[in-house]
């Protein structure tokens, strides 16, 4: 008889799979672009400074709920606090909006794969996504390779595809990064990235609050998103953690992890946009610096195909492994609220996949405005409301316990755990939320 759920094989396995999920198309092309935009070194270090104090505890608290009640969000918030569902409602219909027009930009990541491979240059961007049905080809064909590493299990293929794609995804960001960083003109690029310039949060020659906000916001937000953070994954994953799994040090391992590929995604395309393009090349973001902006740089460059096939080899892993992971999290949550077995939630979502993903596919307006309302309403509501329920109603002690197993393992900063959950995310959160709504 088929298991209704399935498990990670250890520690590592659950290590990897969740890593892989957090490195998405986040790191490759949000992080560069916001780096670029905030101050260069400044964002770097305030993100760095960030996700020791914020990210790694959010992080654990999704996983420890994950692992308490061996549930996906909805009948994880059910178990605990039949009230507070509506998190878990928040938590599963995320990344159901999500999966659908993340595929969409699957395929387009798979076309410029293909397109090097085969052509040796990048398509031209306005028309390959004016045309519906390229872009509902590539987006079918990307969402059939997701499919297919779901329908094998949670070890046999999420998990084996992890361990085989996150460490390529590793050496070849490395390689690309080692490459750029030999180029004589890259310099330039690197001092603005590395070396921070606190000139950036001065106003007429004084500190600027505001300035420093908005740089503080902007890294809060990237760590959510990188993270992936209030969209219910980290909780599915937790779900499949085994008892005897050191949890304060994965998580740590995981975010070290996806915090490095974004740091060195950094140094692939700072000092490359600087040395080919200009400051105002870097600053580009999503599509345009992705599948616009980079292309235009990578034919300037010596080795010009193979570098971009490795880089969009690169992006095909990164947009694979974190399709994986809304994939997973959307079977996981249909199973455990309606009772049918994996195989054929897995075919349900994939129907779903297919049908709202044609939206997105055809109409780059339509993909903007899901993007916009799950990222900046969503997610900060869902995480709001997660801090609020685990720091007020459950209590810090639950994380705490889940966390150290009965004081089996230990849980550095406990303390200041329960200050950061009731006080400080809350705040952090409401204030985040607001700036984006009326960014």
């Given at each position: 008889m088929e298991e209704k759920r399935g498990s990670w094989s250890g520690q590592l396995g659950f290590i990897i799979s969740a890593a892989a999920s957090a490195v998405g198309l986040g790191n490759l092309w949000r992080f560069p672009a916001s780096v670029a935009t905030y101050g260069g070194g400044v964002f770097l270090l305030s993100y760095i400074a960030l996700f020791f104090a914020f990210g790694v505890f959010l992080?654990?608290?999704?996983?420890?709920?994950?692992?308490?009640?061996?549930?996906s969000p909805i009948e994880a918030f059910?178990?605990?606090?039949?009230?507070?569902?509506f998190v878990g409602w928040?938590?599963?219909?995320?990344?159901?909006?999500?999966?659908?027009?993340?595929?969409?930009?699957?395929?387009?990541?798979?076309?410029?794969?293909?397109?090097?491979?085969?052509?040796?240059?990048?398509?031209?961007?306005?028309?390959?996504?004016?045309?519906a049905p390229e872009t509902i080809l590539m987006m079918m064909i990307f969402v059939v390779m997701t499919f297919l590493f779901i329908w094998l299990g949670v070890r046999k293929g999420v998990e084996r595809s992890n361990k085989v794609m996150l460490p390529a995804l590793l050496f070849l960001v490395i390689a690309i990064a080692v490459f750029v960083v030999c180029q004589p003109s890259s310099r330039e690029g690197l001092k603005f990235y590395l070396v921070p310039d606190f000139s950036v949060l001065c106003a007429n020659g004084r500190f600027s609050p505001a300035l420093a906000g908005?740089?503080?916001?902007a890294g809060m937000g990237q760590m959510f998103f990188s993270l992936s953070l209030a969209m219910g994954i980290m909780i599915t994953y937790g779900s499949y953690v085994p008892e005897e799994a050191n949890m304060p040090k994965s998580v740590f391992h995981i975010g070290f992890c996806?915090?490095?590929?974004?740091?060195?995604?950094?140094?692939?395309?700072?000092?490359?946009?600087?040395?080919?393009?200009?400051?105002?090349?870097?600053?580009?973001?999503?599509?345009?610096?992705?599948f616009v902006s980079l292309p235009q740089v990578f034919a300037q460059m010596p080795s010009a195909r193979l570098v971009a096939c490795a880089f969009f080899t690169l992006v095909l892993f990164a947009s694979l492994t974190s399709s994986i992971s809304l994939y997973e999290t959307c079977?996981?949550?249909?199973?455990?609220?309606?009772?049918?077995?994996?195989?054929?939630?897995?075919?349900?979502?994939?129907?779903?996949?297919?049908?709202?993903?044609?939206?997105?596919?055809?109409?780059?307006?339509f993909l903007d405005n899901v993007d916009y309302f799950t990222n900046n309403i969503l997610m900060p509501v869902c995480a709001l409301s997660t801090c609020i329920f685990i720091g007020w109603i459950v209590g810090p002690d639950f994380v705490r316990y889940e966390a150290t197993k009965h004081?089996?393992?230990?849980?550095?900063?406990?303390?200041?755990?329960?200050?950061?959950?009731?006080?400080?995310?809350?705040?952090?959160?409401?204030?985040?939320?607001?700036?984006?709504?009326?960014?």
């Open positions: 992080l654990l608290t999704e996983v420890a709920i994950g692992r308490a009640t061996r549930l059910r178990k605990l606090n039949r009230r507070w569902v928040l938590g599963t219909v995320i990344p159901f909006l999500i999966l659908p027009y993340y595929c969409v930009i699957g395929g387009w990541c798979t076309k410029y794969l293909c397109a090097y491979l085969f052509a040796g240059a990048a398509p031209d961007f306005a028309v390959f996504v004016g045309s908005k740089v503080v916001l996806d915090t490095l590929v974004a740091f060195v995604a950094g140094i692939i395309v700072i000092p490359a946009a600087f040395a080919f393009g200009g400051e105002e090349l870097a600053r580009s973001s999503g599509p345009g610096l992705m079977v996981a949550s249909l199973c455990d609220r309606t009772g049918i077995s994996r195989r054929h939630s897995t075919l349900a979502v994939l129907a779903w996949t297919f049908l709202a993903a044609i939206p997105s596919a055809v109409w780059l307006g004081g089996r393992d230990k849980f550095p900063f406990a303390g200041y755990y329960g200050v950061l959950i009731k006080y400080i995310a809350p705040v952090a959160m409401v204030v985040i939320f607001i700036s984006l709504v009326l960014k």
